[in-house]
């Protein structure tokens, strides 16, 4: 079991920036991919970001490429999205997640096994 716990959302306007964290906890001796989601009211949720535990192997939403950057400190067991030129449609619960099984960096939700609970981004016009 992977215990994940967000935090960093807020409020914030457009153009600004936000860092969001994401604390591993449980099993983290097992390498996995880290993934960050999001989900706007009434939409499904989307992928955003994806890094392999080597550090190496990215992958980003169109959306968000160039804006946004993912990382992760495997030592501390946490990962990160800082997000910057942040735009109103940005606005979503982003949640991180873990893929044990996965050799690279993935956007297909089926392959994350672990989630967590979500922290609200709202970014203001």
């Known amino acids: 079991q992977v215990q994940l716990v967000e935090s960093g959302g807020g409020l914030v306007q457009a153009g600004g920036s936000l860092r969001l964290s994401c604390a591993a906890s449980?099993?983290?001796?097992?390498?996995?991919?880290m993934g960050w989601f999001r989900q706007a009211p009434g939409k499904e949720r989307e992928f955003v970001a994806s890094?392999?535990?080597?550090?190496?192997?990215?992958y980003y939403a169109d959306s968000v490429k160039g804006r946004f950057t993912i990382s992760r400190d495997n030592a501390k067991n946490t990962g990160y999205l800082q997000m910057n030129t942040l735009k109103p449609e940005d606005t979503a619960i982003y949640y991180c997640?873990?893929?044990?099984?996965?050799?690279?960096?993935?956007?297909?939700?089926?392959?994350?096994?672990?989630w967590g609970q979500g922290t609200q981004v709202t970014v203001s016009s």
């Open positions: 997640a873990a893929a044990t099984g996965a050799f690279r960096a993935t956007m297909r939700t089926s392959e994350y096994d672990y």
């Open positions: 449980g099993r983290t001796y097992r390498p996995y991919t």
């Open positions: 890094m392999h535990t080597n550090g190496v192997s990215t």
